[in-house]
């Protein structure tokens, strides 16, 4: 499908522009959107952001496995613009990795609660609280929307010889 970039492509480390509600409705940007959630799950993804498939526009998916059912969402979560605050204090370490850092995992501090503001694929705002796990992708997706990877945060850092599920 598309082709996934890694370190040490500078493109990774730009901060991606905000796209405009007549761009993300234009066919291309919504075919962009569907081959970012194919790519995602082809590769054994749990997130994607737009940088790691080389287009610097705020654009990221998360996979229905990151989503729990209270949330309500029907199928993959697609942010466009998305920022978010904390909502408490609360931060938890956990192992992730990055299908752009490929088999290097490492423990990284992320905050448990947080807000999250977006629109999703049609323009529509969006604003939601998410804990753990999914606050976790999240904010890991949104660092890749700002050129901050993993890596740069991530402490214990360790290399494996198998894919694995990643960010
Ligand atoms: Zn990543």
Request: proline fraction near 4%; glycine fraction near 4%; charge should be negative.
């Amino acid at each position: 499908m598309l082709d996934i970039i890694t370190v040490p492509t500078p493109s990774l480390r730009k901060r991606s522009k905000e796209i405009d509600h007549n761009f993300l409705v234009l066919e291309e940007t919504q075919q962009f959107i569907d081959d970012m959630v194919t790519t995602m799950y082809e590769d054994d993804g749990i997130g994607l952001a737009a940088p790691q498939v080389a287009q610097n526009i705020r654009i990221c998916v998360i996979g229905k496995e990151a989503i729990p059912k209270k949330h309500h969402i029907k199928g993959d979560l697609i942010l466009v613009n998305p920022t978010w605050e904390r909502i408490s204090k609360k931060t938890l370490w956990d192992i992730e990795g990055c299908l752009s850092v490929p088999r290097i995992f490492g423990k990284v501090k992320r905050y448990k609660e947080i807000e999250i503001k977006a629109w999703d694929r049609n323009g529509k705002p969006l604003s939601f609280e998410a804990n753990d796990f999914l606050a976790r992708v999240i904010q890991h997706e949104v660092d890749h929307l700002d050129g901050v990877l993993f890596i740069d945060k991530a402490r214990d850092l360790y290399e494996v010889e198998r894919k694995d599920s990643r960010l």
